[in-house]
Structures are given as C-alpha cells and as structure tokens.
C-alpha cells in the first residue's frame, strides 16, 4: 500500500478540508413588471410568462404530469 514520503502540513490538510461558502444568487429587478427573478430565467408574472421583459406566453399554465399509467393488470 501507498504511503506518504511527506507529512502532510496542518495548514495544508485543512486548506483541503475547508468549504467556501456560496455566493448569493444573481437577482434582477425587471424594468417592465417590477418583478425580482433570477438572471437569465423566465418568470411567471400574474399568470403570464416573461423571459428577457418581454411576455413569452400570455395565460401561461405549468404542465402537470400525465397520471401514472396502471402497470398491475388488474383492470377487471
């Protein structure tokens, strides 16, 4: 088996050891609809879905998934 031909320093074992903390979400407040979203996202507004300010889909509705088809057989 491997061994180190180094110890490894406390400093360098803890470097690795550390976890950045994350940065914060880019957020934008749309000029058009006064609406905080993510950067480069679209976004629902009152029902109506606006990418880049601009409407994308007027009434826009979230598609549901299709109910799981019965894979028993016991249809009697």
């Known amino acids: ?13 803890d470097k690795r050891r550390t976890h950045y903390k994350l940065t914060p979400k880019a957020v934008t407040l749309c000029p058009n609809t006064g609406e905080l979203h993510l950067r480069h996202k679209a ?3 009152d029902g109506d879905l606006y990418h880049n300010g601009q409407l994308a889909i007027k009434n826009y509705s979230k598609v549901s998934s299709a109910p799981a088809a019965d894979t ?5």
């Open 72 to 76: 028993t057989g016991d249809d009697e």
């Open 1 to 13: 088996m491997a061994h180190p031909k180094r110890r490894t320093s406390s400093s360098v074992r």
């Open 43 to 45: 976004y629902v507004v």
